[in-house]
């Protein structure tokens, strides 16, 4: 991409061509299904009325890889556990809440807990500080433990978008070959389906 970056762009260029390429992208994704995995080689000539800064974008040359020869590939969505989906904050607030609201009277004043969460906050506050002293394996009731962390972990997942992975090469208008051929078989392609 040097050789692009070295050629005279008007000001603007790559904005407006990334609102056409959103344009575009959303066209693309209206025909296609998020579990959908799809290749194609994209042809196209990017040219700039002002300067006549000219550059062919084609499928580079190769074979294999994660695109399998290909210019471009969608990948479909895939679902996915994040760690940062897993907020400490939030659970411990959860099962403290539990804690609190099983085991302190309902006349209780609002900052009171019981003796159990005080337990609880101790425990984990020495856990966290000391990661040594308490594992899940070697608890009392690892069997149950093990059964609702594998619980909680299965409901922590979420579905993204597929990767989009392009392999093609920019070609200053110079040095690019453009295949007329192509061109003229589309127009007589269109034109009999007239």
């Known amino acids: 991409m040097k ?19 959103s344009a575009i992208e959303k066209q693309e994704k209206s025909r296609h299904t998020p579990d959908e995995d799809y290749y194609s080689n994209p ?42 989906k897993m907020q400490t904050k939030k659970m411990i607030g959860r099962l403290l809440r539990m804690s609190i609201r099983n085991f ?10 019981s003796v159990v969460v005080a337990k609880a906050i101790k425990d984990i506050a020495a ?24 619980d909680l972990m299965e409901l922590t997942t979420s579905v993204r978008a597929g990767d989009s992975l392009l392999k093609v090469e920019a070609i200053p208008m110079s040095t690019a070959h453009m295949d007329v051929s192509k061109i003229v ?10």
Do not use: F
């Not at 050789?3 to 390429?21: C, N």
């Not at 002293?133 to 093990?146: F, H, N, P, R, T």
């Open 3 to 21: 050789q692009v970056s070295e050629m005279e762009w008007t000001d603007g260029t790559a904005k407006a061509l990334k609102k056409l390429a």
């Open 43 to 84: 042809e196209l000539m990017v040219m700039d009325m002002l300067t006549g800064s000219t550059v062919m974008l084609q499928t580079e040359p190769h074979t294999g890889g994660k695109t399998h020869g290909n210019g471009y590939r969608r990948c479909a969505s895939v679902t996915q556990r994040i760690p940062a």
């Open 104 to 113: 302190v009277s309902l006349d209780a004043s609002d900052d009171e807990y």
């Open 127 to 150: 856990m966290l500080v000391d990661e040594s002293e308490w594992s899940v394996e070697e608890d009392k009731y690892a069997g149950a433990l093990q059964s609702a962390i594998s």
């Open 185 to 194: 078989n589309k127009i007589k392609l269109e034109e009999e389906i007239k």
